[in-house]
């Protein structure tokens, strides 16, 4: 073995490390709307559900490379709301692009042509194209480490399942085909699919 101890470990080495060993990670492709009504969207892959009573997911955005604060977690903190839209192999290469950096002022939907229909009880648009959308209300924010990470965690008030991946009572994951993200430029699709009876 490699034995690695994290003190002195600068943040980068500690990143490649964690996003290498955390894998396959989810994709929540966040759609959020800024005060002016633009429409920001970008993919996070530190990201999980946390919570089942009431839904609750969690997502950590960094900050910029210029020590800035992303839009996405801008418009989280402004206006309490945001979706989780599921990331599918289908909507590979339009996520990825929508993880460019484009100025507040520029909505990812418009630039990518990604179509949105409106929230229901949130006022952020989801995302068409994704089988699973979920809109979330703002729970908690929890500022992490050395501040560079801040973890938001949103109550899911509302799913939206298209019919083809959920029948009313299962969600079918091989209809659904989402992606996940490896380390470095890496994604993954599922592989083979295994069952065991409970113990
Ligand atoms: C697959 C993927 C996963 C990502 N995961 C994260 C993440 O978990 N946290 C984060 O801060 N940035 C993550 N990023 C980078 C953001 O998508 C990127 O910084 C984006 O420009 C943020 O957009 P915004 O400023 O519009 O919010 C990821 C990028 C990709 C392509």
């Given at each position: 073995m490699i034995s690695l101890s994290c003190e002195g470990m600068s943040a980068s080495d500690a990143y490649k490390l964690l996003t290498g060993s955390v894998v396959p990670r989810p994709i929540a492709w966040i759609s959020t709307q800024s005060d002016d009504k633009i429409v920001n969207v970008a993919p996070f892959s530190s990201f999980n559900y946390v919570?089942?009573?009431p839904p609750m997911l969690a997502v950590n955005i960094t900050l910029t490379d210029s020590g800035g604060i992303k839009d996405t977690a801008r418009n989280i903190r402004d206006t309490g709301e945001f979706v989780v839209n599921i990331a599918t192999r289908a909507t590979l290469d339009v996520m990825h692009e929508s993880s460019?950096?484009?100025?507040?002022?520029?909505s990812e939907a418009e630039e990518l042509g990604i179509a949105l229909v409106p929230g229901q009880q949130v006022s952020v648009p989801r995302l068409a194209v994704s089988p699973i959308q979920m809109e979330c209300k703002l729970s908690q924010i929890v500022p992490l480490g050395t501040g560079v990470n801040t973890l938001y965690i949103g109550e899911v008030v509302m799913f939206h399942l298209s019919r083809d991946i959920y029948?009313?009572?299962?969600?079918?994951s091989v209809a659904m085909d989402p992606i996940a993200r490896l380390g470095g430029p890496f994604y993954a699709a599922l592989g083979e699919i295994f069952s065991r009876k409970r113990p």
């Open positions: 919570a089942h009573s460019a950096e484009y100025s507040g002022d520029v029948n009313g009572r299962h969600i079918d």
